[in-house]
Nanobody, 115 residues
């Protein structure tokens, strides 16, 4: 069974940085692309970044140049370095495969950007 456990969120000021981490259990990690998604209050969940098994990356326009996704296949982890945070980045951040396994969403990690 696949499980995603996210961590690393917090409360930061605009311009701040965080490093989000996701540990993935199950045998899928080295096979599937992995993604970071976020859901802000009142909005649909959206993909912000993804990375393939051979390290090809994708970023949404809203985070390009500020967020960096990486993966460690030996540790079954996928990380998201988030820099130059903006108030509009406030959301719960989740990791999942890309496209996502709808039955396997984890609890996510809250990122709050506030003055």
């Amino acid at each position: 069974q696949v499980q995603f456990v996210e961590s690393g969120g917090g409360l930061v000021h605009p311009g701040g940085s965080l490093r989000l981490a996701c540990v993935v259990s199950g045998s899928i990690f080295s096979i599937f692309p992995m993604g970071w998604y976020r859901q802000a209050p009142g909005k649909q969940r959206e993909l912000v970044a993804s990375i393939t098994s051979n390290d090809r990356t994708y970023y949404s326009d809203s985070v390009k140049g500020r967020f960096t996704i990486s993966r460690d296949n030996a540790k079954n982890t996928v990380n998201l370095q988030v820099n130059s945070l903006k108030v509009e980045d406030t959301a719960v951040y989740y990791c999942n495969t890309g496209p996502p396994l709808e039955s396997a969403w984890g609890q996510g990690t809250q990122v709050t950007v506030s003055t």
